[in-house]
């Protein structure tokens, strides 16, 4: 079992500001980025938050590939829609700014629409399906990522884990919030297993004869040099209906491209022709739906809280205690850390200390350390 170490929240928030603002992000930014890490934590995301500063964000900024200060261009604008171009910032800025954008235009006409090209990994997003909710609206996020999906029937992955995701108000202390990837688990699930030195389950990862795989290390490894693929959702051929998740995949491929004149599949994988790192130019869209414009904000969610209410309400299979709705997983993660912090194993300790002692943070001292 591994040794984990809770760090509360606030000096955990804080390292992560004061690290992203020893690679060159402006003060301002690294809050931002800062509270899109810390709030996946929080809500028990552990393959978005603490764990993925220093592989996603700092190692990047230090080869290049992506730019601690972000510019965020409007190319093109009506109404209701906008296009922008991010010039490899930080996504977490991005993403937000182009999700105020989104709701703006729906509070004033009722509906909105961003599609951004040339961004970066940008954390959840169920961090911008919370805003749109907490604005009284509908949030629709989506984003496409390198290859790593193979279609049905194929072996070379293709498609990003391209989340396809849904957010909204409801009377309950906590919004409706579906954050999933189009495939059977996502890179940073695994990431989470590879700190933990335990093998993923078969069905998640094949190989190029179609085989399922479950060693993890190596395949991290493969999955950047084409050599394993992960499955869509609903897993191998089309038994477990596994075209499905390849269908949505290819949805969210299209709308984080195709409207806003951005790169896709095999133009994502962050490498040139030489095989020399270049920015991932990743492609997001947001969607807001103003409630208000449809019906009484207060009706929705009371309508949309009896809903939630009655599925888990509904009759439960043999030996399981509850059923749950989506968002509520998250809630209940929070309840449960918010007096205890983020817990660190022991691969994300040493990558802390690294990054600490790089940047000469000399004000943190983990718990941790003896």
């Not at 989340?163 to 009377?171: E, K, M, R």
């Not at 695994?190 to 990862?205: F, Q, T």
Request: net charge negative; charged share 25%; glycine share 12%.
């Amino acid at each position: 079992m591994e040794e984990i170490v809770w760090i509360d929240f606030e000096t955990m928030e804080n390292f992560m500001v004061d690290v992203f603002k020893g690679v060159g992000v402006p003060e301002s930014e690294a809050r931002i980025c800062a509270d899109l890490l810390i709030t996946a934590d929080k809500w028990g995301i552990d393959s978005h938050g603490i764990g993925r500063l220093k592989t996603i964000y700092y190692d990047r900024i230090k080869e290049g590939i992506q730019f601690p200060d972000t510019n965020f261009e409007i190319v093109r604008e009506g109404p209701t829609t906008a296009v922008v171009d991010g010039h490899h910032g930080m996504g977490h800025v991005i993403g937000k700014k182009a999700m105020e954008l989104t709701i703006a235009k729906a509070r004033r006409y009722g509906m909105g629409m961003v599609a951004v090209r040339n961004s970066t990994h940008f954390g959840i997003c169920g961090y911008y399906l919370n805003m749109a909710a907490e604005a009284g609206m509908i949030g629709m996020v989506g984003s496409n990522a390198r290859p790593s999906i193979a279609p049905t029937f194929g072996v070379e992955n293709m498609l990003g884990t391209n989340p396809l995701t849904f957010g909204f108000p409801t009377d309950e202390d906590f919004p409706f919030m579906l954050d999933c990837a189009t495939s059977v688990t996502q890179r940073g699930k695994i990431e989470v297993y590879g700190r933990a030195d335990r093998e993923i389950p078969p069905g998640w990862v094949i190989d190029s004869s179609g085989r399922t795989r479950t060693d993890t290390q190596q395949i991290l490894i493969d999955l950047v040099e084409g050599k394993a693929a992960l499955t869509p959702l609903g897993g191998i051929g089309e038994e477990g209906a596994g075209y499905k998740g390849y269908g949505y995949a290819t949805v969210v491929e299209v709308l984080s491209a195709a409207l806003q004149g951005g790169a896709f599949m095999k133009g994502l994988t962050g490498f040139n022709e030489s095989g020399k790192k270049v920015p991932y130019r990743l492609g997001h869209f947001f969607m807001a739906v103003d409630i208000a414009s449809f019906t009484e904000l207060d009706a929705f969610k009371k309508s949309a809280g009896e809903i939630l209410r009655r599925l888990r309400a509904s009759q439960k299979a043999p030996g399981e205690e509850r059923i749950y709705t989506a968002g509520e997983k998250e809630h209940l993660a929070w309840l449960e850390r918010r007096d205890k912090g983020v817990p660190v194993g022991k691969r994300l300790q040493e990558e802390m200390v690294a990054m600490r002692d790089e940047l000469n943070l000399t004000g943190y001292r983990f718990p941790f350390e003896k």
